[in-house]
């Protein structure tokens, strides 16, 4: 089944809340000092990423790995579940994907993306799902910035490279929300590599993906009738 749909940002725990969710609730005093620090610190983490993912990477080493702060979060899922529904989110974890997703009821909470950070974002989708067809072994999916900018001029949504600052802002805010990660080297630099991580199938649908090639193939008729 394809996951659910549901992108939003992360906010700011207030001080009070937390205070009185840990006098609260037992279950967190039961945790050693070690843990409750690493609570924290994850609750700040996936108020600010939104996703959490099971997948990590050394690109030095070109070694994949499990995440230590998802397995710690899964483990403490209902813990963490508690405390987020007092601030209006809620939090779900689909482990076919290897995914923890950040929800919330409060409108103002949801990410707009300019165009162009919608479009790199729609084209990441189209690459994943092709690369991930030709893979038989794992579903690690890598990208230069040069492939990612071919494909879109291919398409036909850029007729030229974009501004390089405007791509490091556009990667930059798609990586905030996991939905890449970057090897060495900048955001702008054509061979730079980036992984393209799961999230991105939870914020854009195959059915989006439909519209968005019937959009494609509409404008490029457009253009040849001209």
Do not use: C
């Not at 579940?81 to 989110?89: D, I, S, T, V």
């Not at 030229?160 to 990667?171: G, M």
Request: avoid cysteine; hydrophobic fraction near 35%.
């Amino acid at each position: 089944n394809e996951p659910r749909n549901d992108f939003r940002a992360g906010g700011i725990y207030s001080l009070d809340l937390m205070l009185y969710f840990i006098n609260k609730y037992e279950n967190f005093e039961k945790l050693s000092m070690a843990e409750q620090d690493n609570f924290r610190r994850i609750v700040n983490y996936i108020l600010g990423h939104t996703y959490l993912v099971v997948d990590d990477y050394d690109f030095t080493n070109h070694v994949g790995r499990t995440n230590a702060d998802y397995l710690f979060a899964e483990r403490h899922l209902e813990l963490l579940q508690e405390y987020l529904q007092y601030a209006g989110y809620s939090l779900t974890v689909d482990r076919n994907y290897g995914v923890i997703a950040l929800g919330s009821i409060h409108e103002g909470s949801r990410v707009r993306f300019d165009k162009l950070t919608t479009l790199i974002l729609y084209t990441l989708r189209l690459m994943y799902e092709e690369e991930r067809e030709k893979l038989s072994l794992s579903d690690q999916v890598f990208v230069t910035t040069g492939d990612v900018i071919e494909k879109m001029l291919t398409l036909g949504t850029i007729d030229k490279k974009p501004a390089d600052q405007a791509l490091r802002k556009s990667f930059g805010q798609l990586s905030r929300f996991q939905i890449v990660r970057k090897g060495s080297g900048s955001w702008e630099t054509a061979d730079t590599q980036m992984q393209i991580l799961t999230p991105i199938l939870f914020i854009v649908s195959n059915e989006q993906i439909t519209d968005m090639h019937k959009l494609l193939d509409e404008e490029m008729g457009s253009d040849d009738g001209e």
